[in-house]
């Protein structure tokens, strides 16, 4: 495992060498430099209390954090025992999740900021699924990284392509390549990690020391799944960084909270951990004031899965309804097995713009059509599963009089 030079020298000088000695002897260090207001009576009433810098983000709201992930899995675990039954693969017995093994800050974009840092010198590869969102992209150009795709094929459902992975580490740029995304159910595919999958591209990343960063966002949000689909969160076959946070499990973009929580063999986890932790302690991004919200807000998590899971699985059966109905039969959906967009398949004889702003002039409507997520071919557009179920009901309904028109030569 090769990591940044970004992350400088953490050999300690002299004086830190000095320090470190004495608080291990217990003995307490005051500083003629202290410049932290808050260690002299001059915090505002508003912001009370005094501030200690935890690059990793406050212990006690990490260990609120660790409490409710370490529930969750354990959850996740007797659940996925159950569908044992069903053909689902086992899942192995959870461990208490380590606070000192999450980083709090404040996206999962942040997330993929700073890990970009820790693996990736300026021209170094990381690998992103495509189809996919254009996040890694954008982040990998500010972040001077290149980004390469490896493909996600359509046979009835998606899956990874294993093969063309490893071709493109056997290609001559492949010892470039620092770090793999898995999107852990991909945007806008739907598509899950399957055992199988999982298994490849752990051992895969193990042998030639590659990170895998997990995007694991939309996990909860299940549609139709198979069975044996589990988080990468925890995996110990490999260096792995799994990312979450409430932007989607509260369903609310503005409360920016994300985390990264860090897992695999032991020698590289405490490597990866003590050059992240230079990372965090220059960002020192999270804040106190926040923090102290952590339990409520992780308190307010299972209603709001509830509630988003219902929406989305309902619309997701009008939608199927609905295209049932509709007497040309030329629209269909492609099989989504979790998150909240799906993709809406159309004759490819109609351009992907011209349908978006047919959509725009007719119904006052607009759209993300498929060459927004690289999507091979021509004739597919993203649809939101988050409206409620009679402006659902309308946007379907638009994008299909949206084709027909288009597929009738007098309109």
């Given at each position: 495992m090769r990591f940044s030079s970004r992350v400088g020298s953490t050999r300690l000088n002299a004086i830190a060498e000095a320090e470190r000695a004495a608080r291990a002897a217990g003995i307490g260090l005051e500083t003629v430099n202290d410049?932290?207001?808050?260690?002299?009576?001059?915090?505002?009433?508003?912001?009370?209390?005094?501030?200690?810098?935890?690059?990793?983000g406050p212990l006690a709201a990490r260990e609120a954090l660790a409490e409710?992930?370490?529930?969750?899995?354990?959850?996740?675990?007797?659940?996925?025992?159950?569908?044992?039954?069903?053909?689902?693969?086992p899942a192995d017995g959870p461990e208490h999740v380590d606070p000192e093994r999450l980083y709090l800050l404040s996206s999962t974009s942040q997330a993929y900021s700073w890990l970009f840092k820790l693996m990736c010198d300026p021209g170094d590869i990381v690998l992103g699924p495509k189809p996919g969102y254009p996040l890694i992209e954008s982040i990998g150009g500010l972040e001077g990284v290149e980004?390469?795709?490896y493909q996600l094929r359509f046979d009835g459902s998606w899956f990874i392509d294993v093969p063309s992975v490893e071709r493109l580490l056997d290609g001559e740029r492949g010892e470039k390549v620092r770090a793999i995304v898995l999107i852990n159910p991909n945007n806008p595919t739907g598509s899950y990690v399957h055992p199988g999958e999982r298994?490849?591209?752990?051992?895969?990343?193990?042998?030639?020391?590659?990170?895998?960063?997990?995007?694991?966002?939309?996990?909860?949000?299940?549609?139709?799944?198979?069975?044996?689909?589990?988080?990468?969160a925890g995996e110990r076959g490999a260096l792995v960084f799994a990312l979450d946070g409430f932007s989607k499990s509260l369903a609310a973009p503005h409360a920016k909270v994300g985390w990264i929580e860090v897992s695999g063999p032991d020698d590289l986890v405490a490597e990866a951990q003590r050059r992240l932790d230079v990372i965090a302690d220059d960002y020192l991004p999270f804040s106190d004031i926040i923090a102290e919200r952590m339990p409520e807000l992780?308190?307010?998590?299972?209603?709001?899965?509830?509630?988003v899971r219902e929406r989305t699985q309902s619309n997701l059966r009008t939608l199927h309804a609905?295209?049932?109905?509709?007497?040309?039969?030329?629209?269909?959906v492609l099989r989504a097995e979790g998150g909240w967009n799906v993709l809406l398949r159309f004759p490819s004889m109609i351009d992907e713009n011209e349908l978006v702003l047919r959509l725009i002039h007719d119904a006052h409507l607009t759209g993300q059509p498929g060459y927004f997520f690289d999507m091979a071919a021509n004739g597919y557009?993203?649809?939101?599963?988050?409206?409620?179920?009679?402006?659902?009901?309308?946007?379907?309904?638009?994008?299909?009089d949206a084709v027909a028109a288009l597929m009738d030569p007098a309109s």
């Open positions: 410049s932290n207001p808050t260690h002299h009576g001059l915090a505002p009433a508003q912001v009370p209390g005094v501030y200690t810098a935890q690059p990793r409710f992930l370490t529930g969750r899995a354990r959850q996740e675990t007797a659940e996925g025992r159950q569908g044992e039954d069903d053909g689902g693969a980004t390469m795709e298994e490849a591209m752990v051992e895969l990343c193990r042998r030639r020391g590659i990170a895998i960063i997990a995007d694991e966002v939309f996990f909860d949000y299940s549609l139709e799944p198979f069975a044996g689909n589990r988080r990468l992780l308190g307010a998590v299972p209603g709001q899965l509830r509630r609905v295209l049932a109905a509709d007497e040309t039969g030329v629209v269909s557009l993203a649809v939101s599963l988050l409206p409620v179920p009679e402006v659902f009901a309308r946007n379907v309904t638009a994008v299909l």
